[in-house]
Each structure stands twice: as C-alpha cells, then as structure tokens.
C-alpha cells in the first residue's frame, strides 16, 4: 500500500527534510583530509539535537550510527568508525536522514576529499547525481513508477564513461516510499525491470526517496563481513545521490533541497511546487 500525504503532513516532512539538508551541509564541511568517519557522524548528531529531531537510521535494523558513511568502494551502508581516516583524493557518499513529530526525511551526497580527483570520479558523481534530477523530474501527475526509473535509466545509459565501457547500475538497492517510516512501498528501481510491470499511478501525496547508486565498474554488490557495507564486488568506486520528494497538485517538491529544488528542476524545464514553509 502507498501511503498518500495531505499538504499539511507534506510541510512537516518538509521540516524533516530542511534538518537532513543542514546535516548535508555540516558534514560536508567536516568531510576534510584527517577526519574520521566517526567525527561526521558526531557533526550529524549535534545538528540533531539542535534542531529537536531525531535521527532515523540509529537503530534501523540494528545500525549503530547517526548516518552511512559510504568511502570510494564503500556503495551504501557504510558504518562510521574511529579506523576510518578520510584521505586526500577520497569521495564518500553521506546518507542521513530526520524525524519530526513522526515524519521523516532522507537524502544521501556524495563529497569530494580534498583535491585532486581524477576526471572520470568528478563524471561519476556528476553523473549520478543528475540522474536523480532526471528522476525527480519525472514526478508528474499521470506518470506511473516506472516513468522514474527509466528517466534516471536513460540518462546514466546516455553519458559516456571516461575511458570507455558502461557505468554499473547497482541492482540490489533503490529508492523507496518514505513518510512515517523511512523505507515504506513502494520500491524504486533504478533501471527498469519489465517484469515488475509499471508500478502505480503518481498522484498527488505520493512521495519517493530517490535515489540512485552508480560504480565505475560493475553493478553487482557483496555485504561485508560486519552485515551492513556493501561494497562493488570489483572494487570499482561508486557514486549515492538521494532526495526526498513529494508530488503535490502544483508539481514536486524536493523536500530535502534547501530550495525546494527550484534551481535543479529549472534545468529540466519543470517548475517546483511551492514551498509550505515559505
């Protein structure tokens, strides 16, 4: 089952998604060569704190962090730890999210370490992340799920990869529904699956995590040891960009982007829906 979200219950996820953004924006300040991985994750949780919400990954399942810090090879899940010392030339994707008054937010980067990034890592986060826009921008009443899967599909499929070959779409993990609870139905594939039909009709109160992972390599992931990182199987590097969306009468509303995703979806020609919190 979807859960549909009236307009009021959409501006509270608002205000979850405008805490993820700050958590953004403080840990990518943080993310510098020398820091740990633990020291991000003590960033997110004091931004929590001083805006009153929660953090909805701590405990999820067991997980033993405030946010996924997810380095080079690292796809998702990653555990923040006092042995992971960010190096010059590293990315690393930061996956967070945020209660408020039972609603969550959810939204992932992925952030340069330092300089010096080889040219096909800046083209694969570029890549990426614009493949989210892509999705977002596919967000429109009368589309059905699929519409969004294919868009960020077709447009990773699109670029070419420095060096040649193709870009590895990771399979065993997508986007998904969020409201009052963070994974919720539906599932988001990040490429289209025909068997899995078109999935339901986008409709007003109809939001979506979407987010999409991409490697330099191969598509295929392996859990390590610890049951939580999940890594390439080649090794290869890989990129996360994720926003929360919502769709409302007047079109999306990205709910993690500070603007709401005014900016990016001009871009693409789609005009955002207003903000509820002005």
Known sequence: MVQIKSPEQIAKMREAGLVVAAIHAATREAAVPGATTRDLDQVARKVLTEHNAKPNFLGYGGFPATICTSVNEVVVHGIPSDEVVLKDGDII??????IIDGWHGDAAYTAFVGSGHAPELVELSRVTEESMWAGIAAMKQGNRLVDVSRAIETYIRRQPKPGGGKYGIVEDYGGHGIGTEMHMDPHLLNYVDRRRGKGPKLVPGFCLAIEPMVSLGTPKTVVLEDDWTVVTTDGTWSSHWEHSVALTEQGPLVLT????????????????????LG
């Open 93 to 98: 994707s930061i996956d967070c999210g945020a």
């Open 257 to 276: 982007a500070p603007d709401a995703g005014r900016a990016k979806l001009a871009e693409y020609g789609v005009t955002a829906a207003p903000d509820p």
